[in-house]
């Protein structure tokens, strides 16, 4: 059982490569699902597919810790304590019903994104030469998502025009890019303590995770000499071994 599992986990073949890219499709499939739940109201049937979703997070969860060599180390890495946050709290209504506290902690679940990315690495020629840009798109996904799950577990019971998670994604956005239309505001003091936070990361952070979509930081250019693929986009010398490199480029950076 454990070298079939591992063999399924890490192996080249091609029931281990159909094996992980059903793992990335569900991966994918639950994080879209946490975030669309989190705008509607969850009846019954939310209720049994939280309760499926957390039997497969389970027997993944229980297969990796199986075939993993140090098996305290795995337990402790954030990627796993994060997985265990989010399986008890899609088993939680039954003991619990504060369903905004728990559609937060789901949102820990984005950090399986860069499991994700590991598989995607592996296998696509094409995200490789992506990455930066993908990976600074996931990072600003989950900075929002996360940012805007606090926003609404605040202010949703306390504040009229917070009705929805939409509601907060609006306000968080609003804020993050310094828009600041107004029509929805946080008067408490709390909740103008978050606006300060999300202000100040919206100066920082945000603009810069944006700004390495739309601009990265490196560029591929295989050197000639040692073949180093990354570097400075206005790089005249290769930082590994000293040759002069003539990277392409479209203008002034800056």
């Not at 739940?37 to 009846?43: N, V």
Request: net charge positive; with cysteine; hydrophobic share 50%.
């Amino acid at each position: 059982m454990k070298d079939r599992l591992k063999q399924l986990y890490f192996g080249d073949g091609k029931a281990a490569r159909r094996f992980r890219f059903a793992l990335l499709a569900f991966d994918f499939v639950t994080i879209s699902y946490f975030i669309l739940s989190s705008l509607l109201h969850q009846g019954i049937t939310g209720r049994i597919l939280d309760y499926a979703i957390a039997l497969v997070l389970v027997a993944d969860y229980g297969a990796r810790l199986l075939i993993a060599n140090r098996r305290l180390r795995y337990m402790l890495q954030f990627s796993s304590v994060a997985d265990l946050i989010v399986i008890l709290s899609l088993l939680a209504p039954i003991l619990v019903e504060n369903f905004a506290f728990l559609r937060v902690v789901r949102m820990l679940r984005l950090m399986r994104s860069y499991h994700m990315l590991a598989t995607l690495r592996q296998e696509l020629p094409w995200f490789r030469r992506n990455e930066q840009i993908i990976q600074s798109s996931i990072n600003l996904a989950i900075f929002v998502f996360v940012i805007t799950a606090v926003v609404y577990v605040l202010e949703a019971r306390q504040n009229d025009q917070i009705n929805n998670y939409f509601d907060a994604l609006y306000f968080t956005v609003a804020t993050l890019t310094t828009t600041g239309f107004g029509d929805i505001t946080l008067s408490d003091t709390v909740g103008r303590l978050m606006a300060v936070v999300i202000m100040v990361f919206g100066v920082a952070l945000f603009l810069r995770l944006v700004q390495t979509i739309f601009r990265p930081t490196k560029v591929n250019f295989a050197c000639p000499s040692c073949g180093l693929n990354r570097h400075d986009p206005d790089a005249v010398h290769c930082k590994h071994c000293g040759i002069v490199l003539n990277i392409p480029t479209e203008g002034e950076w800056g």
